[in-house]
């Protein structure tokens, strides 16, 4: 953007602030911080319209109005994420030590000081409970969504039905059903194993759409390329549509594991909950992150709530760094199929 662009950028919003600052704070008798700032924003893209009309014309104009309103958008999205950032880090960070991740509440008491205890049980069950999870809802959502998009047949509107219809499903709902089914009915008890078949039912809708949806996007071209080279159905898919899909595939994946890890409600009826280490998420209960964060902050505790806060700040790392790990994957697969398509180009 040239240096005038952001001349009339800044003008256009100067002018927007003084203007609602007139009409809403003096000549009227509104008052209110989000009322004011909402005002100076539509205030500030019909202004912002309207200059640009002048200086470039209307096809510039409606581009550029379209673009302010996205970042003006995207800023309103990140607000809110930096400050809950800043707030848990403000209440969670004192209690971040080495000692954390390795000790669990054996010996605290609602009398013992800040920092006594630590998260090593939640943490553990977090990991194991997600990962089981991940073993049973992954590959299933990703099945489901080649059937929907590239198999077909009989049952796909059923099947599309039933998996939009998960979507909307109350998650305490999963907990329930896996309490009723697993723990009543087959008496196998609380257990990691049951938290990980609830945040499973939570997760595969998730997938399974987003997949689908990344699936779409794959050019039909390559599918009717590789079908007249001789290939099978399956193959195609297998060697064409999913590596072509990977990068969508794998933000499928987290997109949908990120929304399970946050989930407490399937894991009230399934695991119970457990201040002590059980690192055998087959046998007995256990604690996570989201269940231990819901109990402990409805304590009288003073150190219990701030361990809560603590609790709080380990599981948005770790959903931040899910996200950085796809991140980085997406852009090495990228890397690595242009350098691939490179040396082919060189060597033809």
């Known amino acids: 953007m040239r240096a005038e662009d952001l001349w009339v950028l800044a003008g256009c ?17 509104l008052s209110g911080a989000f009322g004011f700032v909402v005002c ?3 205030a500030f893209l019909a202004i912002y319209w309207v200059v640009t009309l002048q200086l470039h014309g209307r096809l510039v104009a409606n581009d550029r109005l379209l673009s302010a309103a996205v970042a003006i958008g995207t800023l309103a999205l990140a607000i809110p994420l930096v400050l809950m950032l800043v707030f848990l880090v403000q209440k969670g960070w004192g209690l971040v030590s080495a000692h954390l991740f390795f000790k669990d509440l054996k010996g605290v008491g609602p009398l013992s000081p800040p920092g006594s205890g630590g998260l090593a049980m939640a943490i553990i069950g977090t990991l194991e409970q997600v990962g089981l999870a991940i073993v049973w809802g992954v590959p299933a959502g990703i099945i489901t969504a080649i059937f929907l998009n590239e198999v077909g047949g009989r049952f796909t509107s059923t ?20 309490y009723s089914i697993w723990i009543v009915t087959f008496g196998e008890g609380f257990s990691g194993l049951a938290g990980s078949f609830a945040i499973a039912i939570m997760l595969l809708p998730s997938i399974t759409r987003t997949t689908e949806e990344v699936l779409k996007v794959v050019s039909g071209g390559l599918r009717e390329a590789a079908l007249a080279l001789g290939a099978p159905e399956w193959r195609t898919v297998w060697s064409v549509v999913l590596p ?10 987290v997109l949908g594991v990120a929304r399970a890890v946050g989930e407490t409600a399937p894991l009230l009826f399934t695991i119970f909950g457990n201040n002590f280490v059980n690192a055998n998420p087959f046998h007995g209960p256990q604690s996570s992150l989201t269940l231990f964060l819901f109990q402990k902050l409805k304590s009288s505790s003073p150190a219990e709530v701030s361990l809560a806060y603590t609790a709080a700040l380990v599981l948005v790392a ?13 852009r090495t697969k990228r890397s690595r199929n242009r350098l691939s398509r490179t040396e082919k180009v060189v060597q033809g």
């Open 13 to 29: 919003a100067a002018s927007a602030i003084a203007a609602v600052w007139l009409l809403f704070d003096q000549f009227t008798a």
């Open 40 to 42: 100076s924003v539509v």
């Open 159 to 178: 099947v599309r039905t039933v998996v939009t219809a998960m979507a909307g499903l109350p998650s305490i709902m999963a907990g329930v059903f896996i």
């Open 244 to 253: 072509t899909a990977r990068t969508g595939i794998i933000t499928a994946v």
């Open 318 to 330: 770790i959903v931040l760094v899910l996200f950085t790990i796809t991140r980085i994957l997406g």
